[in-house]
């Protein structure tokens, strides 16, 4: 059974830095994909980075070249280093993970993804 578990959200300010963690059992990483998604208050699911297996990543347009997406296989763990942050990245954030979704496409952000944690929540004050 795969256990998605979502940490090191908070309140920061604007322009600050967080770093989300998900510490993944159950999935094997070698197989498959995973992903952050968020949705803040009054809006919908949104994907905002993914990685495969062979560390291929794709990010939103809405967090290039401010997040980035890493995994640590041997802990079993998803990273997600999130700067230069602001009001607009405030909502709950989700990791996922899907084995079936082998290969990153311009597709996998939008795609609906096997298995979803609790979340954690992320506050940005301006």
């Known amino acids: 059974q795969v256990q998605l578990v979502e940490s090191g959200g908070g309140s920061v300010q604007s322009g600050g830095s967080l770093r989300l963690s998900c510490e993944a059992s159950?999935?094997?990483?070698?197989?498959?994909?995973m992903a952050w998604f968020r949705q803040g208050p009054g809006t919908k699911r949104e994907g905002i980075a993914a990685?495969?297996?062979?560390?291929?990543?794709t990010y939103a347009d809405s967090v290039k070249g401010r997040f980035t997406i890493s995994q640590d296989n041997a802990k079993s763990t998803l990273y997600l280093q999130m700067n230069s942050l602001s009001p607009d990245d405030t909502a709950m954030y989700y990791c996922?993970?899907?084995?079936?979704?082998?290969?990153?496409?311009?597709?996998?952000?939008?795609?609906?993804?096997?298995?979803r944690g609790q979340g954690t929540q992320v506050t940005v004050s301006s």
């Open positions: 159950g999935f094997d990483h070698s197989r498959g994909s």
């Open positions: 990685i495969d297996s062979f560390g291929t990543t």
């Open positions: 996922a993970a899907d084995r079936r979704i082998t290969r990153i496409t311009k597709f996998t952000l939008a795609a609906e993804f096997m298995h």
